[in-house]
């Protein structure tokens, strides 16, 4: 009687080549046989180390050999069927035969279990290494400052660590529109509107059969969590990481943001001020969470289509009128000719003496902790002097934020018409430059008038003599 035969294929990467070649090599020897293939079960772009479950070739041959609908399973290796011992066990349940075109293992018998075992052993050994000698090498890699091969592709960086061109460009853009005063969502927002498309993040399946018969895949819009994911990673500013932490080495790539921005970006987003929307969704309002209350002076809140204060419900206030009223002073004193004069330029002297400091300082961070490595001192003295040391850096960095130009307001004092770039300027652009320039705080309206008094909305300018 003809034995029914499966097919079983199988790889770690989605190329169609490699499944091709096995395919043929395994219908050769079925035809050698004689024997009836039942079923070709195809995993592409799959690890045997990882657990192969429901909606897998693997699990859809394993239920036809319990239904009885095949008697041998057919591959070109042991290691493409199983590299773990366990899930031998369920081919043995289902009393099949496996066939390899390197030797034939029935696995209803001792002496066939038993063979099998071994080799699944030594393919198990054979994985084991290979990824120990792929943690030596990324070992080596990271103290070297070399950004790793393996694993995910760094956005903006090719797989050999050189540029890429159209990534490296929307990762600078990210980290300038960050510093300018845009947020996670809204940065995110206007890449999606723009059509960026992400290259990697939430996806839908789009129903397109592919080669392996998986639906095709289609990116969604841009997350903030990935726009996030961008402006905290410290490789962006050629810094040498291992999980996710700066090691004190510079790194041998192109840093595609300098590192005066890149701590920046750190400094305002582990500013607390700039959580104002508590409930984490994108601003609508201009002065949502940024005006004041008269009284309590905490930000105010929306509901329907006023200002409410938060605290104690001291003020209630249009939107509309609030706003149009902020908007027609703020564009006033932007048409100032003293604008330029009110602000103190940027003291470049000063900036480079604050970024020698904070060199200085990752040195100290790095040189402390090699010895706390090499055994000379402890993990008490190591923790004490981390922390004086983190402690001096944050001032150092505060400082350095202070006086540099990489304000929401830097653009706008270059800007020919300063009106007209504020005006075109998105609602996360103007509530930053807001922000830096004054300070509203919402008295009460009249009781029972409609009529909107301008003194009723106080206007505190940061700089008296703008």
């Not at 961008?230 to 932490?245: C, D, S």
């Not at 001020?273 to 905490?298: A, D, F, I, M, P």
Request: glycine share 8%; hydrophobic share 40%.
């Amino acid at each position: 009687m003809s034995l029914r035969a499966a097919v079983y294929l199988r790889q770690s990467l989605d190329v169609s080549e490699g499944i091709d070649r096995q395919r043929e090599r395994c219908l050769a020897l079925v035809d050698s046989r004689n024997w009836t293939l039942v079923g070709e079960y195809a995993d592409n772009d799959t690890s045997a180390s990882k657990e192969r479950g429901d909606g897998t070739a693997w699990a859809r041959m394993l239920g036809d050999f319990r239904a009885g609908k095949a008697d041998v399973v057919v591959a070109t290796d042991l290691d493409r069927l199983v590299r773990r011992l366990e899930e031998l066990i369920p081919l043995t349940a289902a009393g099949a035969k496996v066939l390899t075109l390197d030797g034939e293992i029935d696995l209803t018998t001792a002496d066939g279990e038993f063979r099998a075992t071994m080799l699944t052993g030594i393919a198990r050994f054979e994985a084991k290494r290979k990824s120990e000698r792929q943690t030596r090498a990324n070992e080596y890699r990271r103290a070297a400052g070399k950004l790793f091969k393996g694993g995910v592709r760094l956005t903006g960086y090719t797989q050999d660590g050189e540029e890429h061109e159209t990534e490296a460009a929307v990762v600078r853009r990210i980290f300038e529109e960050f510093v300018a005063g845009g947020t996670l969502r809204g940065i995110a927002a206007r890449l999606s509107e723009e059509g960026v498309a992400p290259r990697r993040a939430p996806s839908v399946r789009t129903g397109r059969p592919r080669k392996n018969n998986k639906p095709a895949r289609e990116f969604a819009s841009w997350p903030p969590s990935s726009v996030s994911s961008i402006l905290r990673n410290p490789r962006y500013a050629g810094r040498a990481t291992f999980e996710k932490v700066a090691t004190g080495v510079t790194g041998q790539w192109t840093a595609l943001v300098d590192e005066a921005t890149f701590d920046l970006v750190q400094i305002k987003l582990a500013d607390p001020r700039r959580k104002t929307n508590q409930t984490g969704t994108s601003r609508k309002y201009l002065g949502s969470g940024l005006w004041e209350c008269y009284l309590c002076h905490v930000p105010v809140t929306t509901t329907g289509e006023r200002y409410w204060c938060r605290a104690g419900g001291h003020v209630a206030r249009s939107m509309r009128k609030v706003d149009q009223y902020v908007l027609a002073v703020v564009c006033a004193r932007l048409a100032s000719p003293e604008l330029a004069r009110a602000f103190t330029p940027t003291d470049d002297e000063g900036v480079r003496r604050l970024a020698s400091e904070a060199a200085a300082l990752r040195t100290r961070i790095a040189s402390t902790e090699a010895d706390y490595d090499n055994g000379l001192i402890d993990g008490i003295r190591l923790s004490t002097s981390l922390a004086k040391i983190r402690a001096e850096l944050l001032r150092v960095e505060r400082e350095r934020a202070r006086v540099s130009d990489g304000s929401a307001t830097s653009d706008l004092l270059g800007a020919s018409d300063p009106v007209a770039f504020f005006k075109g300027a998105s609602i996360d652009r103007q509530r930053a430059i807001i922000s830096e320039l004054l300070t509203v705080r919402l008295h009460k309206a009249l009781r029972g008038s409609k009529i909107f008094r301008e003194e009723s909305v106080e206007i505190l300018w940061h700089q008296p003599q703008f």
